[in-house]
Antibody, heavy 120, light 113 residues
Framework: EVQLVQSGAEVKKPGESLKISCKGS????????IAWVRQMPGKGLEWMGI????????RYSPSFQGQVTISADKSISTAYLQWSSLKASDTAMYYC?????????????WGQGTLVTVSS | DIVMTQSPDSLAVSLGERATINCKSS????????????LAWYQQKPGQPPKLLIY???TRESGVPDRFSGSGSGTDFTLTISSLQAEDVAVYYC?????????FGQGTKLEIK
């Protein structure tokens, strides 16, 4: 069974750093891209960026370039999303999801989401 | 960048009736070399991650009930639920994956009338 299991909810202060994770199982983790998607409270879905764990090829949406860092460790089938200095506006639910090919970027399996709350 | 605009923002439909959600892209997402529309649809129920329903604009994901169908080409697309069930209450999103940038529509909230 394909699963993407994300790390638990986080409560942080502005300026703090954070790294959340997404662990894949039930499929060849290195052979599928992982996407990160943001959903701010009561809002829609925003595509943040993607990584191919097989070679760590990473692409960012222009809105998120320089704001976050996406990485992966294929040896433990885990992808990461990290911030060096959180802002209150980073408060959101963050989802990881997988897709097979760069030209077929529909997301067929999703993680359960990680809620990040940034508040002083 | 391609902007995806859904309509309506919300709608209420009676059980057993047809529900139609529209998605318009600011430029064509039809790739002429393979005649495929780079468009997907998702369903998100409260407190859950989104679920893939449709890709290539009209291909139903495995396990998705056949009351869900996708149509359209170029810039105009439609998600149709042929006979609304109570479990279909959700927010629905379209997503394009044409080119290097991917984006979603703003979502359409579907409720029972």
């Amino acid at each position: 069974e394909v699963q993407l299991v994300q790390s638990g909810a986080e409560v942080k202060k502005p300026g703090e750093s954070l790294k959340i994770s997404c662990k894949g199982s039930g499929y060849s983790f290195s052979s599928y891209w992982i996407a990160w998607v943001r959903q701010m409270p009561g809002k829609g879905l925003e595509w943040m960026g993607i990584i191919y764990p097989g070679d760590s090829d990473t692409r960012y949406s222009p809105s998120f370039q320089g704001q976050v860092t996406i990485s992966a460790d294929k040896s433990i089938s885990t992808a990461y999303l990290q911030w060096s200095s959180l802002k209150a506006s980073d408060t959101a639910m963050y989802y990881c999801a997988r897709f097979l090919g760069y030209t077929s970027r529909w997301l067929d399996y999703w993680g359960q989401g990680t809620l990040v709350t940034v508040s002083s | 960048d391609i902007v995806m605009t859904q309509s309506p923002d919300s709608l209420a439909v009676s059980l057993g009736e047809r529900a139609t959600i529209n998605c318009k892209s600011s430029q064509s997402v039809l790739y002429s070399s393979n005649n495929k529309n780079y468009l997907a649809w998702y369903q998100q129920k409260p407190g859950q991650p989104p679920k893939l329903l449709i890709y290539w604009a009209s291909t139903r994901e495995s396990g998705v009930p056949d009351r869900f169908s996708g149509s359209g080409s170029g810039t105009d697309f439609t998600l149709t639920i042929s006979s609304l069930q109570a479990e279909d209450v959700a927010v629905y999103y379209c997503q394009h994956y044409y080119g290097s940038i991917t984006s979603f529509g703003q979502g359409t909230k579907l409720e029972i009338k």
